[in-house]
C-alpha cells in the first residue's frame, strides 16, 4: 500500500516561470537507522545535479538540491537520493521542507536562485513508502473536511483507522471511525490526522478551533 500525502503549503511560486521544478517526492526505509528521500525533478533546460544538503532540527528536516546549466547535457529529468539519520520504526511525525536550486557555481545557495520549495508532512513507523504530491492531485480518501475544524470530520461510509499527532509530531491517540470522527476533547491548536483505509493512507493537517 502506498501512503500519498498532500503539500502542506501551496506549491512555492515565484514571479518568473520555473526554469526547474519538482516533480515528486518519495520517503522509503533506507536501513534500521535511515530514511531515503528520492527526489524527481524537470525543467525545461537542460541540466545536472552538483551538491545537496540535508539538516534536522527537531522534527523538521530540510534538505536543499544545488543543480547547474547542463553544458549539452541532454537531461532535461533528474532522480536524486538522500539519506537522512532517524529512526524510521519510531512512532514520530515529521516536517519535510526541500528546496531546489538552479544557478551557475559561482552563486550556489542564493536565495534569489530558488527555483522551487514543497513543505509537506510524514510519520513514521514507514509500513509503505510515502510520496508527498502537489495538493491539485485527487483527495485518495474522498471526504471533505473543515479548516479551521469545530471537532469532527464525517468520513462517509468508509471505515478507517485514525492515528493524531501535534503539531510537533508527538503521538496522542489512535482510534477507528466510521461514518464520524470526534476530536473536540483535545485543546485547541495544530494536529495532523493519518486516515488509513484498506488501500490507502493520507496525512492531512488540521487546525482545532473550537
Known amino acids: 500500500m502506498q501512503k ?3 503539500i502542506l503549503l501551496l506549491q512555492f511560486l515565484m514571479q518568473n516561470a520555473f526554469a526547474l521544478q519538482i516533480h515528486q517526492i518519495r520517503i522509503t526505509e533506507n536501513s534500521p537507522r535511515t530514511i531515503n528521500i528520492s527526489l524527481d525533478t524537470e525543467a525545461s533546460e537542460l541540466y545536472y545535479f552538483h551538491s545537496g544538503q540535508s539538516q534536522i532540527s527537531g522534527n523538521i528536516i530540510t534538505v536543499k538540491a544545488f543543480y547547474i546549466n547542463g553544458f549539452g547535457s541532454t ?3 533528474l532522480n536524486n ?3 537522512i539519520p532517524i529512526n524510521p520504526k519510531r512512532k514520530m511525525g515529521y516536517q519535510l521542507n526541500v528546496k531546489v536550486y538552479y544557478t551557475n ?3 550556489l545557495q542564493n536565495s534569489e536562485n530558488l527555483q522551487d ?3 509537506g508532512f510524514f510519520l513514521t513507523p514507514l509500513s509503505a513508502p510515502t510520496s508527498i504530491i502537489h495538493p491539485i492531485e485527487e483527495n485518495p480518501l474522498n471526504f471533505k473536511y473543515q479548516n479551521p475544524n469545530p471537532g469532527f470530520i464525517s468520513v462517509g461510509s468508509q471505515n478507517v483507522n485514525v492515528a493524531i499527532f501535534n503539531a510537533k509530531g508527538k503521538f496522542i491517540e489512535n482510534k477507528k471511525v466510521h461514518e464520524r470522527l470526534e476530536f473536540s476533547h483535545l485543546p485547541n ?3 495532523y490526522f493519518r486516515f488509513t483505509n484498506e488501500t490507502t493512507s493520507q496525512t492531512i493537517p488540521i487546525i482545532l478551533k473550537k
Request: hydrophobic share 45%.
Open 117 to 119: 520549495q514543497w513543505t
Open 4 to 6: 500519498i500525502i498532500t
Open 75 to 77: 537531461i532535461a529529468y
Open 81 to 83: 537520493n538522500f539519506e
Open 105 to 107: 557555481l559561482q552563486d
Open 189 to 191: 491548536g495544530l494536529y
